[in-house]
């Protein structure tokens, strides 16, 4: 009967799963392990740090995110209908790719933005779903869906995919991650949305500008403190890989720690994590894990000036360990503050324009670190994450009480 019970309450969770399985998959297959695979080719890393920008349509959702809020497509409801279209979209430019091995790299690089950005739109409609549709009391454990989900992706997009593509080639890894994403759509094509969302959100009224505007001032200040801590935790965490490479780590055992080892190590983080937040309290365990991250920077610092390959190795794998705490609260509380009239912008707002906030600093962070050496880097990052987990942790505690606990 208990696990019969159990598995009633996590059914409900598997299309979102799914969903955040293709999200992770395709962004990790375009933009995670060329990087890896040009910096060990000789790319300079200031030149690294631009290929970062082909996770930019996932900072400027808030540009387009207003639509989904307003607009209503044909045949399917409303949310369902925004991710169907988007995932078909993303699908369709993936098939484009697998045609352009030999393209010159500008439109192979602008044809990966622009299914970038399909599966970033895919993914706000989608946490407008969540929104509308999941009970406060089990959002911490659809944080755990989408973030599992994402890292199961990135072990298919990138440890999967990349490690098999001597075998697959070119045409074959792409299309492979297109079969992926059909068939992750599929599930939500079933959700009972409509019933679930209920009169109230077909029947809401056009927010007044007064009201638009006393919202944003609402939601500017959390943006900022977002944007500080996603930046943060990128400088922090970001570039361990690529200081693993010129520690002497080969590219193979670089690739599988960043396509297998380090997504596992997440999901399992990201599954024990929605638990620990329903039962302790966000605050706790942001302070939990951010003690954690600052402790495995340290680690890191130590490592790279010694030289000491494995123990760099030791603290990448511990800072995702601890970073991987931090996801879920994180975003249990953009799902409460993106509760209103227009939760997809709202969303959008939250992550979006704090992940464009911080994509300066993600494009720069390679630059910075070669200037002053990985020893230097990390030791000067610590200050930095420290201030924005602290920051984040005071927004949060002026937002009033946390979210009740879960079932």
Same mark, same amino acid.
């Not at 000067?380 to 937002?399: D, E, N, S």
């Given at each position: 009967?208990?696990?019969?019970?159990?598995?009633?309450?996590?059914?409900?969770?598997?299309?979102?799963?799914?969903?955040?399985?293709?999200?992770?998959?395709?962004?990790?297959?375009?933009?995670?392990?060329?990087?890896? /695979?040009?910096?060990?080719q000789?790319?300079?890393?200031?030149?690294?740090?631009?290929?970062?920008?082909?996770?930019?349509?996932?900072?400027?959702?808030?540009?387009w995110?207003? $639509?989904?809020?307003?607009?209503?497509?044909?045949?399917?409801?409303h949310?369902?209908?925004? /991710?169907?279209?988007?995932?078909?979209?993303?699908?369709?430019?993936?098939?484009?790719?697998?045609?352009?091995?030999?393209?010159?790299?500008?439109?192979?690089?602008?044809?990966?933005?622009?299914?970038?950005?399909?599966?970033?739109?895919?993914d706000?409609?989608?946490?407008?779903?969540?929104v +509308?549709?999941?009970?406060?009391?089990?959002?911490?454990?659809?944080?755990?869906?989408?973030?599992?989900?994402?890292?199961?992706g990135?072990?298919?997009?990138?440890?999967?995919?990349v490690?098999?593509? +001597?075998?697959?080639?070119?045409?074959?890894?792409?299309?492979?991650?297109?079969?992926?994403?059909?068939?992750?759509?599929?599930?939500?094509?079933?959700?009972?949305?409509?019933?679930?969302?209920?009169?109230?959100?077909?029947?809401?009224?056009?927010?007044?500008?007064?009201?638009?505007?006393?919202?944003?001032?609402t939601?500017?200040?959390?943006?900022?403190?977002?944007?500080a801590?996603?930046?943060?935790?990128?400088? /922090?965490?970001?570039?361990?890989?690529?200081?693993?490479?010129?520690?002497?780590?080969s590219?193979?055992?670089?690739?599988?720690?960043?396509?297998?080892v380090?997504?596992?190590?997440?999901?399992?983080?990201?599954?024990?994590?929605?638990?620990? %937040?329903?039962?302790?309290? !966000?605050?706790?365990?942001?302070?939990?894990?951010?003690?954690?991250?600052l402790?495995?920077?340290?680690?890191?610092? %130590?490592?790279? $000036?010694?030289?000491a390959?494995?123990?760099?190795?030791?603290?990448?794998?511990?800072?995702?360990?601890?970073?991987?705490?931090l996801?879920?609260?994180?975003?249990?509380?953009?799902?409460?503050w993106?509760?209103?009239?227009?939760?997809?912008?709202?969303?959008?707002?939250?992550?979006?324009?704090?992940?464009?906030?911080a994509?300066?600093?993600?494009?720069?962070?390679?630059a910075? %670190?070669?200037?002053?050496?990985?020893?230097?880097?990390?030791?000067?990052?610590?200050?930095?994450?420290?201030?924005?987990?602290?920051?984040?942790a005071? !927004? /949060?505690?002026?937002?009033?009480?946390?979210?009740g606990?879960?079932?």
């Amino acid at each position: 009967m208990r696990a019969g019970a159990a598995l009633a309450e996590i059914r409900p969770l598997a299309p979102f799963f799914c969903l955040y399985v293709s999200f992770g998959a395709t962004l990790g297959f375009l933009s995670g392990a060329v990087p890896l /695979i040009l910096r060990a080719q000789g790319l300079d890393l200031t030149e690294v740090g631009l290929l970062q920008l082909i996770n930019l349509p996932v900072g400027l959702t808030f540009l387009w995110a207003l $639509a989904l809020d307003r607009l209503r497509l044909p045949v399917l409801p409303h949310r369902t209908g925004w /991710i169907a279209a988007a995932q078909a979209a993303t699908i369709g430019l993936l098939c484009l790719l697998s045609l352009g091995e030999h393209w010159p790299l500008a439109a192979l690089l602008g044809l990966a933005i622009a299914a970038c950005a399909g599966s970033a739109t895919m993914d706000i409609a989608l946490e407008a779903l969540v929104v +509308e549709t999941v009970p406060a009391d089990r959002r911490a454990f659809m944080a755990s869906a989408k973030l599992g989900g994402a890292s199961l992706g990135g072990i298919l997009g990138v440890g999967v995919l990349v490690g098999a593509y +001597e075998t697959l080639g070119w045409a074959n890894a792409v299309l492979a991650c297109a079969a992926l994403n059909l068939a992750c759509l599929l599930p939500i094509l079933r959700y009972p949305e409509t019933r679930l969302r209920g009169s109230s959100a077909r029947d809401r009224t056009p927010e007044r500008l007064a009201g638009a505007l006393s919202r944003l001032r609402t939601l500017v200040p959390r943006i900022l403190a977002l944007g500080a801590y996603f930046a943060a935790a990128y400088l /922090i965490s970001g570039p361990n890989t690529l200081a693993l490479l010129d520690l002497g780590v080969s590219l193979p055992q670089v690739g599988f720690l960043t396509g297998t080892v380090l997504p596992a190590v997440n999901l399992v983080m990201a599954l024990v994590a929605g638990g620990l %937040a329903a039962r302790f309290g !966000t605050l706790r365990l942001i302070a939990a894990g951010g003690l954690g991250v600052l402790a495995t920077g340290g680690l890191m610092a %130590a490592a790279c $000036a010694a030289g000491a390959a494995w123990l760099a190795v030791a603290a990448t794998v511990l800072n995702f360990l601890c970073g991987g705490i931090l996801g879920v609260p994180v975003f249990r509380m953009i799902y409460t503050w993106a509760q209103g009239p227009r939760p997809a912008t709202d969303y959008a707002l939250l992550f979006g324009a704090a992940f464009f906030a911080a994509m300066p600093l993600r494009v720069a962070a390679p630059a910075i %670190a070669g200037g002053l050496g990985w020893p230097g880097y990390f030791a000067a990052v610590l200050p930095v994450y420290a201030f924005a987990v602290a920051w984040l942790a005071v !927004t /949060i505690a002026r937002t009033g009480p946390e979210p009740g606990p879960a079932s």
